[in-house]
């Protein structure tokens, strides 16, 4: 199987030698660029980014929360795969009590998220 | 023959159909890109009665050949403080991202880069969606615009990325498999395509999709009316000609992902029906309709471009010997004209909605999308059950179950609306919540 994704790496290899290749080409088409290497773009002024206050701890959450739903994902995904056998075995009854299960547990850590105002932008 | 080039040629005997896909694909993805922009430019400017770019020549099909030489041949400016090694990988990523994903993709049952990955589409949206480490590295740029919608934008693509791979886990339900070879031929074999067993997930997936691809109406990342891609306030020239190859290829990777998955992949429309077998002419006609109809318009460009097109159809049925071409061949026409509908209705969205505030596409997404998301899961499943196991009627499964997923969905929406009327009023604008 891990010839199946020699192709994946030669072709990785083209894509990266592209922007490579584009950049070192037309550095010597462009025109010369300026001495004076340039300062912040847009009007920024140039204080170390003093001007703008640290992200909101939203963001904390919201990366917290997300690996979570990410690994429920992981495991909903190993899951989906077997379904159908587990059909086909006439076993598919238990897998969705067993799907019920692990869903229930993540609904009571959805509650308990939304009950503490995480998922809530705007308060 | 020396005997050291003995190594070289057996590579390239075993390789050369996938080095072939591979090379067609790094050099026309970025030129097909160009034109996906340049179609969006002439789509919006047709739905708001203007002409659109007519400047160059060819009733303006030179026009983004003509801005992509435009944005490489530009001074490199890198900005004083920025960090030299991020700066230089921030556009490299989203780029490189976007097209290594495409090799993990089918473009029709023969043309692939690689063969049968046994993860398939997680392969394709794992890669896919490292695109928006790109944003995050625009950090590098030491400006504090780039530094603050990196990380709205990421938090918001993170958020979404869970929805679609809900969404998608539902697809996989259905299919039971990652291959996508097997995903399509497991369409085929249930003969239906999977958006109408899963309506709901194909919804939640185009919805998921729009952010994954940094297009309006729910992009915080470009949002033009306030900010004007601060993500990408400093990089300029061909750094800003790299980002934008990766966004525009983005948009294909997600259509893709969605033909695959959910509109029957190459298939054409009622594979398992032999009475519509002239279905499988339909290509080519199609195409000599497509001709006539530029020629007749006088849009020689468009018309000279469908001609070429309609030689390659043709080509087969005036060679026999290259008639191992012909599926290959209509695969590809089912698939692309899949993949150009749903970029389609992408233009389309933009044009017609305006951009959601950045409060309200992040409850979207973390109170309405994702439970929705695992309540359609859920349902799949009972679906599956009762069908395959229980040998309900397929249909009455399918639309009671939907129906159930719908009235969960009408449930949320009231009970969002009802917190957001209770609760403080939602800010004046997005640029206050950071």
Redo the contacts between chains.
Sequence with gaps: ?PA?????L???L???A???A??LV??F??????DD??????S?P?E??K???P??S??YF??V??VI??VA?VF??LW??????W??D?S??V??VA??FF?AI??VG?IWL?KKGA????? | MSHADQPVLLFLHAWWSQLACALVIVALVPLLVAYVALVERKGMARLQSRMGPIDHDLKGLLESLASSVKLLLKEDIVPRDSDALLFWFTPIIPMAAALISLSGLYFGPAFRVAEDINIGILFVIGIGSLSFLGLLLGVGASNGHTSSDAIGSSAQIVSYGIVAALAIVSGVLLSGTLKIRAIVDAQLEHSVWFIFLAPVAFFIYCVASIPGAYRSPFHRHESECERKAWSMAGTGGLRLFLCLIGEYTNIIVVASVATTLFLGGWLRPFPNVHWLDGLDFAPAFLLVLATTYCIYKRKRAVALVCFIAVLIFLLPWILPSLSFAVPGLNGAFWFLGKVSAYIYMFIWLRIHLPRYRFDQHMHLSWQVLIPLAIVNLFFVGVAIFLEAELGWNRWLVTSVTTLFTLAVLGFLIRWHDQRIAAGTPALPSDSYVR
Excluded: C
Excluded at chain 1, 80 to 85: E, F, K, N, P
């Design positions: 199987m199946n994704y020699f192709p994946v030669i072709f990785a083209f894509v990266l592209f922007p490579v584009a950049l037309f550095k088409i462009r025109p010369e660029s300026s290497p340039a300062g912040p773009q847009e920024v140039d170390e980014g001007v703008h206050p992200p909101s939203r963001f919201v990366a929360v997300s739903f990410s994902t909903l995904l989906a795969i077997r379904y159908r056998a059909v086909a006439h598919g009854g897998a969705l799907l019920s869903l993540l609904l959805y939304y998922l809530e932008w705007t308060r």
